[in-house]
């Protein structure tokens, strides 16, 4: 599948991918990457330059119409009607796509706690948000397509939205995750794909993936500490030391040498996230397309 636009971006080349039924497929790239051009392919709102999609098998171009009714899509750019309340909304796309499961509906507003009854423009990122996560899963589509899904919402909501997305796979329905950060994915996607100006470099579970990333650790210590005994460590490189914190650059395998070197102190406080994508993509990926 290749999507050439008009200006002569090539945002998508010859892309070549397979995501089974039940799957939670991650499709990771930074901003640019192509990854809502492919999300438009799929959803047959601009035309491929070459090749095909299909959704549960059907053409997303000669079945658009059979396609796009299986399909719960969370647009990246979440756009509601702002001059309607919550349910105004609801009702008024549950009546143009028909289908919806009244119970399922309302289930998912009281999961979510959706505010109903205000003007949606008054509501915050997050309560928008968690209306379009009730308009994408409503219908109890086949096939999810989520862009940067969990923008917006507090913890606790993540981790209910993640609770739907394995309930829905379990049910045997299809989630497609994009998002620019591992962070978003990696609690719920099986498989990640992983895509950089336009072309899918990598395609691998996402403990793999995990496992071969750089992390980004953070250690502050209850007294001033010489990061010489973190640099000696394999895979480890120290990104900052001011006395009593570290900042240290690690693959997953080297998390166990780091915490045994900083009990040797007294440690107050250590946060382990991984690190941006684009610094993902400089440690994987370098070589691979000899662009950097
Ligand atoms: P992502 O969703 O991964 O951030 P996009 O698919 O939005 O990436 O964009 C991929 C590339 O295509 C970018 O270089 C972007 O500037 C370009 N692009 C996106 N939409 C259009 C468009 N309508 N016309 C021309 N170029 C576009």
């Given at each position: ?107 998912l507003?009281?999961r979510f706690d959706c ?9 915050s990122k997050g309560n928008?948000q968690k209306?379009g996560v009730v ?14 899904p969990t923008g917006g919402l507090d913890p606790l909501n993540q981790g209910e939205f993640r609770k739907l ?128």
């Amino acid at each position: 599948l290749s999507k050439t636009y008009p200006n002569g971006v090539r945002a998508l080349v010859d892309l070549d991918l397979r995501v089974e039924r039940g799957e939670i497929f991650g499709y990771l790239g930074p901003n640019g990457a192509g990854k809502s051009t492919t999300i438009r392919l799929l959803l047959d709102l601009i035309c491929p330059t070459a090749g095909q999609a299909a959704i549960a098998g059907l053409d997303t171009r000669a079945r658009d119409v059979e396609a796009r009714r299986r399909v719960g899509y969370l647009p990246g750019d979440l756009r509601l009607s702002d001059r309607l309340s919550g349910r105004e909304q609801l009702d008024s796309l549950g009546r143009l796509r028909g289908g919806v499961d009244h119970a399922t509906r309302d289930a998912l507003v009281e999961r979510f706690d959706c505010v109903l009854d205000r003007p949606i423009r008054e509501l915050s990122k997050g309560n928008r948000q968690k209306l379009g996560v009730v308009q994408a899963f409503m219908h109890r589509p086949e096939v999810l397509i989520l862009d940067e899904p969990t923008g917006g919402l507090d913890p606790l909501n993540q981790g209910e939205f993640r609770k739907l997305i394995r309930e829905t796979a379990d049910d045997g329905r299809t989630v497609f995750l994009s998002s620019h950060s591992l962070d978003e994915v990696q609690h719920t996607a099986v498989r990640v794909g992983v895509i950089r100006a336009g072309r899918l470099v990598d395609v691998d579970s996402v403990e793999s993936l995990r496992e071969r990333s750089p992390r980004h650790v953070t250690i502050r210590f209850g007294e001033h500490v010489d990061p010489a005994a973190f640099e000696a460590l394999l895979g480890v490189q120290v990104l900052e030391s001011d006395h009593d914190v570290v900042r240290l650059a690690a693959p997953e395998p080297a998390m166990d040498g780091i915490v045994k070197a900083a009990a040797r102190h007294r440690v107050v406080d250590l946060v382990s996230e991984p690190a941006d994508l684009e610094e993902i993509f400089l440690a994987l990926y370098r070589d691979d397309d000899g662009r950097d």
